[in-house]
C-alpha cells in the first residue's frame, strides 16, 4: 500500500489504471469505512482511499479544528484493504481560495437547512478529487443519505464517468449507526444515543403496518427525542429518489433523523419500501 500526498505523485501512480475503485473518506476511520473499502475493492482492481477533512464542508462554529485526525492509524487500518491511500495537505488540495464552487439540489433541506454552505463544500471536494483519481466507480455510505444523494446527483448532472455505489450503513450491537463523532459522546450519551435508531424502527414498523400519516410519524418521533434530552434538527419521511415530500402511493421512503445530544451531533435513517 502507498501513501500519498501531492496530486501530481497520485496521478503518476494511477497512470495506466484502468480499473479504480475509489472511496473519499475524512479519516478517523472505523468498521464503516473499512466495510465501504471492501465494496470498493468488489469494484476495481486498484482501489484508492482518501484522507482529507475538508475545511469547506465545516461551518463557523462547527468542529473542524477539533475533529479527529489520526493518519497513521487509518493507515494500519488501510493495510492489506487498499492499494492507494490519498491525504493531501489542505494546502495541495486547495492551492489558492476556492472561488469555483458546486451548488448542488436540495443544499437548503435536511441537513443543508441547518449547516449553511455544507453541501457546496461537499460537492465541491468530492468533484475536485473525483477529478483527481478518475475512478470509474466511487463508494459512498448510506449513513450519510442525503449526501449520497447529491453526490449522484453532481455525477449525472455534471456527467462524470464514475458510477456511485452506495454501501449499506454499518451498525454497533445496540443499532447506533458508526459515525466518527460517536467517540464525542459520554458514556451516558453513548447509552442514550441507540435510541435514535430505535426511533427509525419504530417509525418504520409503524409505516409497514399502514401508518400514512408521516407528519403525525414526524411530529411524534421529535416529541419522543425531546422528551430524552435530544435536541432536535429534523425528522422527515422522504422518497428515497429525490428526498421530496412523500405523495399518495409512493412506496420507496426512506426516514431521515438529525438531532443532538449534548454538543454532539448524530444522523441516521432507514429505508421503508412500502407494497405499491
Known sequence: MQLISTVEELRQRLCGETSI??????GNLHEGHLDLVRIARQHGRCVVVSIFVNPLQFGANEDFGKYPRTLQADCGKLEGLADVVFAPTERELYPQPQQVTVEPPSANELCGAFRPGHFRGVATVVLKLLNIVQPQVAVFGKKDYQQLYVVRQVAAQ???PVEIVGGETVRAPDGLALSS?????????????????????GMQQAMLGGERDYPKLERQAVEALTARGWQVDYVAV?????????????CGLVILAAARLGETRLIDN???CLKG
Open 158 to 160: 455534471l456527467n462524470l
Open 181 to 201: 463523532r460517536n467517540q464525542y459522546l459520554s458514556a451516558a450519551g453513548r447509552t442514550k444515543a441507540a435510541f435514535l435508531y430505535r426511533m427509525l424502527v
Open 270 to 272: 432507514l429505508e421503508v
Open 21 to 26: 475503485a475509489f472511496v473519499p473518506t475524512m
Open 238 to 250: 422522504r422518497t428515497q429518489v429525490g428526498l421530496a415530500q412523500p405523495e399518495s402511493g409512493e
